[in-house]
């Protein structure tokens, strides 16, 4: 039975909506219009007193991956927020933009049945009115005093909520602290929102700081001797002199000045300023910076401009815009790595692998690469760096099975200098920050040792690494690439590879498939023929004997193993054809052991005549088709491939078919 008290409330709400006893002028405005969207939009009922849903497993980790640059820049900031709070017993939540928790602190581990805790959904359409859902959708700083919210059972807290917003104005997060304390007025929690939204735009800085660490930021202040020592609006500016950033104070106020459109406008657009000269009288500036005017109506600020790190202030403003156009060149240049669509032929399964790349491809979304030795996954792995963002930067790999256990430790995490007996001098710079900004690929990932996927598992949530002997830990940005030929589940099922890192690195998993397996088998063996003889015998072509004997092939080593036959052939063959009598004997041999049939160059018993026989009239009543013979026989074509070499059927002159 619901008590009195809620009951009251229930009635304090419906009266209010409908303009009854209550006065509007009583609530927050911003409340009264959550309580109006609960009812009218979402009709909820407020005297529900079930917990919130609860999010686990692979959908809370949809919602916490694409903050991780987010969490990892903001969580020294979210961790001193709590301390500060938590004595006054408040419990300190992350909610991404949808409303899902993502980060929790408390001295009192979940509470609320789980609405206090990772993966609670606070979104309004749920939950009615609280302070993550109100604030995602009034983007505003929201209090909401425990018989504020709609649902009965939130009226026992008060929460406080802040946005987050990023460099183009887009909602990223929001951060909120609840209180269980019920003593207190409304009134008495305003210091706390001011704590929260205080503690959401360090965070917002903090980020907007590290994303354009390569770009000119300018600082705009109405009073000078504030410039250095307050943040308030804060615009990035490429090379070309244009706006490709703003914090959320530089978009209300350049919009206050008529400015509402402010991305990929040109500083001279927005201020009486050329971006040249702001540039030349950089080495000049004080820390009370320049006098500037926005838009129409001329408003003043003090402008103070802080240049990229790549670029030395003093430089003339052709050598600053060439050294940033320089490191943009860099940046997106893609040679030296393969085209993804290169890599999928017409192959059915390689043509989605690749369809699906190129939509994670910039996504901060670790990737895991499987299939058998010799398949490509390198290859692939390079084509994925080539076609990001990051193609400019460093693809740095490590293949886990090729180096001793002792020593991928410190070729990962590299060592300051002196960290051991026999360290270089100076150290080493390790894998993982080598990588840093660009693309870290990791072969063979389930060989990798115990203790160092518990490292691993740390640098990869942190997004930090601590060199072996340095104090202290060096900020790293990753994207990881991983592949391996060994099924990782298995191992996670037999404790040899850690559950949560295999979580990490699965975020998108392709199964990259075997050369036998592949439906453009033809054109791949063309291909590599043709690219390992360009130059040097550019006519050089497989007559169709060897290239049945190819095709039956069942390539263990897959792609690997067909470039080092290819180069075989390409070393014993006299003339412009390859034919069967230049392929090696692996090729053979390998169908001996499979097979009981003798190979193409010994005499055929009187059954095997037949069987041929057989296979000759099949092909010929499907006018030597393939795929019919293959639905006329109820065999798979691989099976007819081998069949055709095993019995020595070619194809005749001025036919594109097979025939005995």
Known sequence: MRSSKSAHQNDLIAKTLD??????????PL???SWRRSVEGYRLDPGRVRAPRVLTGAALRQHREPVEPLLAHSREIFIRAHQQLSTAGYVLLLADASGVTIEFLSQHGTLLGGGLGLGACWDEPEEGTNAIGACIIEKAPVTVHRAEHFLEAHRIVTCTAAPIFGPRGDLLAVLNATSLDVSGERKDKFLAQQFIAGTAHIIETTAFFSEFQKSWILKLNERAGLLETTTESLLAINAEGRVIGANRVAFCELAGCGLPTILGRAISDLFDIEFEELLAKTPAQTGHGLL?????????????????????VGQSFYQSRQSTNNTISKRNDRSGFPELASLAGDDPEMLRNIQMAKRVVDRPISI??????????????????????????????????????????SELFGYADGAFTGARKKGMKGKILQASGGTLFLDEIGDMPLDLQ?????????????????????????HVICATHRDIRDLVASGKFREDLY??????????????????RRALIEGILQKESAGDRDNIVFDES?????????????????QNIVRYCLAV?????????????????KRREESSSPPADEPLDARQKVGRERLIAALKSNRWEIAATARTLGVARITLYRSIARFGIIRPKGSDRFQA
Request: charge should be neutral; include cysteine.
């Open 503 to 520: 979580f990490r690195l699965a975020g998108m998993t392709f199964k990259l498939p075997a050369l036998r397996q592949r439906a453009d």
């Open 454 to 478: 518990s490292r691993l598992l740390r640098v990869l949530a942190q997004n930090e690494v601590h060199p072996l002997g340095e104090e202290q830990a060096i900020p790293v940005v990753l």
């Open 19 to 28: 303009g009854g006893v209550a006065r509007l002028d009583e609530f927050d």
């Open 546 to 562: 060897a290239m049945t004997v190819l095709l039956a092939y069942d390539w263990p080593g897959n792609i690997r193993q067909l």
């Open 31 to 33: 409340i009264v219009r």
């Open 573 to 589: 063959v006299d003339g412009p054809l390859v034919t069967v009598k230049d392929l090696p004997p692996e090729v053979f041999e």
């Open 292 to 312: 500037v005017h926005a838009g129409a109506d001329r408003r003043p600020y003090f402008a103070l401009l802080r240049w990229p790190k790549s670029v030395t």
């Open 368 to 409: 895991l690469l499987q299939g058998e030795t010799g398949v490509g996954k390198e290859l692939f792995a390079r084509a994925l760096h080539g076609a990001s963002g990051r193609a400019g930067e460093q693809f740095v790999a490590l293949n886990c099975a090729a180096i001793p256990e002792s020593l991928i430790e």
